[in-house]
């Protein structure tokens, strides 16, 4: 059903991005929106991953400098059926994290060093799972098409004024044309665009509850990262606020309510369908896809890139406590989520 209400989505916003050509410039500029949008496409579709992860400032790592987090995205990737993709850290507190890529074939999955600082190791394998699904759904690439549309229907509504408002132009509607042009069409692509991100999303936390096996663990980690997105912020993301719609929680500030205005669904709202799927597990004991095993004990020399404090943990004292090495510089021995 979501697949279904996406498509017809995809196809309002080609038909509105075609309607202010028409609007603008009758059936001549119909024509030129029509291979405007062609050649964006185009383009978006063979480099608009690369062209996001610059915007982030992403940088790839392989599994001799991120071996835990590696791991994680490994073990899911083989739960989901899907090729390995390629694993980039974002050095950024807010903790957060997106897919992008035109297909599977040719995936990333991003993470912000704060996401792996401030969430334990299910919780992070809950949101990798997420965006692994985002992968197996292919919503990355709908979400760029959606994106390059939105904009370009923004981008035909300014140059309305160059156009001009009269019909000598081969405009039907004159100066009525030029004015929803300018304005009615911006906001409505807006909102085709937002409402298919949040159809997705919810796809995407289901999916990924069923690649990890523990809905809890995704419904933990999406309580934590909305408290903190609210409190710490992301540069880039304000910086370039077209990539909000890809991250699991939006990255921008005063981003609250669950209206037609919203990238995303109602943080309470997605916990609240995890719970009553995890509900579900329960009740039907099926098999499903166990979270990866955590990665071998490391030595201090091989803390990951993230850790807080950029040195080695240094040894262990006698007297401590047993703990697991801390790569990515969060506390291993505070409170336990829900799944413990």
């Known amino acids: 059903m979501n697949m279904i209400r996406t498509a017809m989505l995809l196809a309002a916003m080609t038909a509105l991005f ?122 990355t690439l709908i979400m760029t098409i959606t994106a390059t549309l939105a904009g370009a229907i923004s981008m035909l509504g300014n140059f309305a004024f160059f156009f001009g408002g009269n019909r000598d132009n081969n405009n039907p509607l004159g100066f009525v044309g030029v004015l929803a042009a300018m304005i009615v069409a911006p906001l409505a692509a807006m909102l085709v665009q937002m409402a298919i991100s949040r159809t997705r999303e919810y796809s995407a936390d289901r999916l990924g509850a069923e690649i990890c096996g523990a809905p809890l663990w995704l419904a933990s980690a999406l309580d934590k990262i909305a408290r903190a997105a609210g409190r710490i912020p992301n540069q880039d993301a304000e910086r370039n606020p077209a990539t909000a719609h890809m991250f699991i929680i939006n990255p921008l500030s005063g981003e609250r309510m669950d209206n037609l205005f919203s990238t995303h669904p109602d943080t309470a709202n997605r916990i609240a369908a995890l719970q009553a799927m995890a509900d579900e597990f329960a009740a039907d004991p099926r098999p499903s896809a166990a979270a990866p095993k955590q990665a071998s004990p490391q030595t201090p020399a091989e803390a990951g890139p993230w850790d807080r404090a950029g040195k080695n943990p240094g040894p262990q004292k006698a007297d401590e406590p047993k703990r697991r090495p801390n790569p990515w510089g969060r506390n291993p021995t505070g409170p336990k989520g829900p799944w413990s």
């Open 18 to 139: 075609m309607g202010v050509g028409y609007l603008i410039g009758g059936s001549g500029g119909m024509m030129i929106a029509f291979v405007l949008a062609a050649g964006m496409n185009l383009f978006s579709y063979w480099n608009a991953d690369k062209m996001v992860l610059r915007m982030h400032h992403a940088v790839e790592v392989d599994e001799a400098g991120a071996p835990e987090f590696y791991e994680i995205v490994r073990g899911l990737s083989h739960n989901a059926g899907l090729p390995m993709p390629k694993i980039y850290l974002i050095k950024s507190d807010q903790p957060n994290a997106f897919a992008t890529g035109r297909n599977p074939q040719n995936a990333a999955v991003a993470a912000t060093t704060g996401l792996l600082e401030r969430l334990s190791y299910e919780e992070v394998a809950g949101v990798m799972a997420h965006e692994l699904a985002h992968v197996k759904n292919r919503d």
